[in-house]
């Protein structure tokens, strides 16, 4: 039997590992950050008939520049936004491989500040694309002369800030941001999965993009809008970076029927993100109860939660998964991380983690 090894593959895939997040069929699924809500039923109908309506053309190749789509995204982000400043792939991820593509890959470097999205560095693998590490400050923030200093000592091409931050559920502010921008000549890329889930009126780096031609504001529908599988991410940045993104990606990504599936869904955005502020509300009362029980669960602006204090992370993720219950162990000594379920999921979490207090 061959096996990976055997095989001639690329240098710098050698022993790397793909994603992993475990998909296991348990009753209560709080591992990957999915908003666990369903959809509404009006909604899902809508869907399904403009689905309907565009497989009667599906002989035909999908409009390659998604047109509408562009339009119902920009006028979902608002801020003064045109379909010129929008892009959109399959998944965020996509995204910020199309990203990777045009302006990382061999010769060129991405810094990030770890504990982090882990796809962002595999991603920078899997396009030949040099991974730096910059230091966080003290509950996971990043100062803006922390990351200034970072920059300015390691001089990479792009820039990953990931607001909220995944795994941590901290917020990088503008401010940062900003003065990141104003210390490199390169791309910052904000990647802003879980923007939805911040205070609300809390400004997004959607307000830094004006006079910004090399800031990218990625976003994806996965998260606050629970299309995790129709696969839609998105950016918003100057028209010239949507140009780049036209070199790199292949013709036709987005299928008709994910087209028709967003720009449904986008018509009943309001409904939509109704459980956005259910969703905030269980993730406050982790934080809160898990504090009680003794745990250091950090401020999360995101749909999860971390905690600390855990002494045998191991043991706590077994203990709970015994339960049916799904959580994210990733390797964060002394920590996991849970996402905000509905409030039954969240009560069941609760209820489990008390017992194992006891
Ligand atoms: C979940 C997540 C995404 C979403 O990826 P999609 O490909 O859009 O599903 C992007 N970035 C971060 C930080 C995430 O946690």
């Known amino acids: 039997m061959t096996s990976l090894a055997d095989l001639p593959i690329r240098d710098d895939l050698r022993g790397q590992t793909p994603y992993g997040a475990p998909q296991k069929r348990v ?26 309506q565009a497989i ?20 979902y982000l608002g801020h003064g936004l045109t ?27 991405l810094l990030a500040f770890p504990p982090t999205y882990s796809m962002h560095s595999i991603l920078a693998t899997s396009t030949g694309t040099r991974w730096l ?9 990043i100062f803006p002369a ?11 091409d792009i820039v990953f800030f990931c607001s909220p931050n995944n795994p941590t559920g901290t917020p990088v502010s503008l401010e940062t941001i900003a003065a990141a921008y104003d210390a490199t000549d390169g791309i910052v890329v904000v990647d802003e999965a879980y923007a939805e889930f911040a205070p609300t009126g809390e400004p997004t780096a959607l307000t830094l993009l004006p006079g910004r ?23 918003a940045a100057d028209p010239a970076i949507a140009d780049a993104m ?31 502020d259910d969703i905030k509300a269980q993730r406050d009362r982790i934080v809160r109860e898990l504090t009680a029980l003794g745990y250091h669960a950090y401020t999360s602006w995101s749909n999860f939660v971390l905690f600390g204090g855990v002494d045998d992370p191991n043991a706590v993720f077994e203990t709970l998964l015994a ?36």
């Open 323 to 358: 339960e049916g219950i799904l959580i994210r162990d990733l390797a964060i000594d002394g920590h996991l991380r849970v996402s905000a379920g509905t409030e039954a999921e969240t009560t069941a979490f609760l209820a489990a983690m008390a017992r194992i207090k006891a």
């Open 213 to 235: 031609p090399r800031l990218i504001v990625s976003r994806t529908m996965s998260k606050a809008f629970a299309f995790a599988g129709a696969r839609l991410g998105y950016l």
């Open 83 to 109: 379909r010129d400043n929008v892009w959109a792939a399959n998944g965020s991820n996509e995204v910020l491989q199309q990203i990777l593509q045009a302006f990382g890959g061999p010769g060129r470097s």
């Open 146 to 156: 922390t990351a200034v200093r970072a920059i300015t000592e390691q001089r990479p």
């Open 246 to 276: 036209r070199l790199v990606r292949l013709p036709y990504h987005l299928s008709a029927l994910t087209q028709a599936a967003a720009n449904a869904a986008l018509a009943h955005a309001d409904e939509m993100l109704a459980m956005v």
């Open 27 to 52: 009753p209560i699924a709080l591992n990957v950050n999915e908003n666990t809500h369903p959809i509404p039923e009006d909604v899902a109908q809508d869907i399904v008939e403009r689905i309907a």
């Open 133 to 141: 590490e910059g230091e966080r400050d003290a509950e996971f923030e």
């Open 56 to 75: 009667l053309t599906i002989n035909r190749y999908p409009d390659r520049e998604f047109t509408e789509l562009r339009d119902s995204l920009a006028g």
